[in-house]
């Protein structure tokens, strides 16, 4: 907050109030807000969820449903006003901005969220090991369930599947998103959600899927064929695919820009002649959140750090054809780059 000249933060529940209090709360109608400032922090809340902020070193506020929060927003405000209030653009909403502008506990608002960011990016032992964790409960998962995938089986009993094993498995029960089943032509839609399509004999069949350990996610993809023989352009475009998603894995080391381990993906599949089928960026930050910094998109400048967590998951999408994404969660050491999904990138042809 020095460093960005920001006398105070208005959080909201979501991943920068757990991260910075260890306190799980839901975005309600009933408003949260942890109010920063470079010597306290106050919460103001409902009465009812104060037991879980009362280990914690902040002054609270709280109201009840008979009076409402603005009288806890005032009560706020007759001791501390900002001449503008650092938010999260993405998290915080009218109700919340609404509350500190008519409150005047401030009436400028600026976009914080880099500040939270640079925090995160970087992942502690402790945090490296949650997404450990994560991975290992989704690729057990998998690895129980894919035997079920069979002509005459549907995209929505297979995701269906998929979860309840990610749940016996240890997922926490929120997980970091519904799983993507995606087959035959349905796979060249990269963000598909499952039908009660079957699978048919030559399908490719993405599925895209992720656990959550302690808040922690994982975020994987693997593409798999049914049957032991593929169209020849899929093949061509799979083989693409795994090239590039080894190239960019090579290249992702600490000191180098994010654009650059885009390009390095991006330049095999162009090169292989699918280019304008490789719809979307090469890879996102991953932790708290499914999608965070640093993002691994075309011309970013920024330069990766040891300790951080992303996915590299290039992709081509063909449509009225089909699609294949390889998606790895990479953890940044010293020098390399560590894939901690380790479930194999070669095509399975899976049984009939
Ligand atoms: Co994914
Ligand atoms: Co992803």
């Known amino acids: 907050m020095q460093e960005n000249s920001i006398s105070g933060l208005a959080v909201v529940p979501g991943p920068n109030m757990s991260y910075l209090t260890g306190s799980k709360f ?86 914080a969220i880099d500040i939270f960011a640079h925090l995160r990016m970087s992942k502690s032992d402790k945090e490296k090991e949650c997404m450990v964790k994560a991975v290992e409960i989704a690729q057990e998962s998998l690895e129980s369930t894919i035997h079920k995938i069979k002509p005459g089986v549907t995209e929505k009993e297979f995701a269906s599947e998929l979860v309840i094993e990610l749940l016996r498995n240890g997922s926490e029960s929120e997980l970091p998103f519904s799983p ?52 020849s352009k899929l093949q061509s475009a799979y083989d693409a695919v795994k090239n590039a998603n080894s190239a960019a894995r090579k290249l992702a080391k600490p000191g180098v820009q994010a654009g650059l381990v885009d390009d390095a993906a991006r330049e095999i599949i162009d090169s292989a002649g699918f280019g304008k089928y490789f719809t979307h960026r090469t890879g996102h930050g991953l932790g708290l959140e499914i999608h965070e910094e640093p993002y691994i998109k075309p011309d970013n400048d920024f330069v990766l750090k040891e300790g951080m967590t992303f996915t590299i998951e290039p992709g081509i999408y063909i449509p009225n054809l089909g699609g294949i994404r390889i998606e790895d969660d990479i953890y940044l050491e010293q020098d390399t780059a560590l894939s901690l999904t380790t479930l194999p990138r070669d095509l399975v042809f899976l049984p009939l």
Request: glycine share 6%; charged share 25%; proline share 4%.
């Open 26 to 111: 839901h975005l309600s109608e009933r408003p949260v807000v942890l109010i920063i400032e470079q010597n306290k922090s106050t919460f103001i809340l409902p009465e009812l969820e104060s037991a879980k902020v009362s280990g914690l070193d902040a002054d609270c506020i709280t109201y009840d449903d008979k009076d409402g929060p603005s009288k806890a927003f005032t009560q706020f405000s007759e001791n501390n006003n900002f001449t503008e209030l650092g938010i999260e653009s993405r998290t915080i909403r009218h109700l919340e901005l609404n509350l500190l502008e008519t409150t005047k506990i401030s009436t400028k608002f600026v976009d």
């Open 180 to 231: 993507i089943v995606a087959s035959g032509i349905n796979a060249a839609n990269p963000h598909h959600f499952p039908v009660d399509k079957e699978f048919e004999k030559g399908d490719l069949i993405i599925i895209d899927w992720g656990a959550n350990y302690e808040g922690y996610f994982s975020d994987i993809t693997r593409t798999f064929a049914v049957g032991n023989e593929i169209d």
